[in-house]
């Protein structure tokens, strides 16, 4: 379940498998929804992360 969170003073959702976050829920729901199936991260998502951990 994607998680939410204050970063540099917005709202944003996390892919808790991973940690990224996102602005849009949506990219984080399908960071998390691709980190679960293939147990790592797709880069084509992550290249939309405003926090990287
Ligand atoms: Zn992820």
């Given amino acids: 379940m994607v998680s939410k969170e204050k970063y ?3 709202d944003i959702h996390l ?3 991973c940690g990224f976050g996102y602005k849009e ?3 984080a729901q399908k960071c ?3 980190c679960k199936a293939h147990n790592s991260c797709s880069m ?3 290249v939309h992360a405003v926090k990287r951990s």
């Fill in 8 to 10: 540099e003073g917005k």
């Fill in 15 to 17: 892919c808790v498998v």
């Fill in 25 to 27: 829920k949506e990219y």
């Fill in 32 to 34: 998390e929804d691709f």
């Fill in 44 to 46: 084509e998502i992550t």
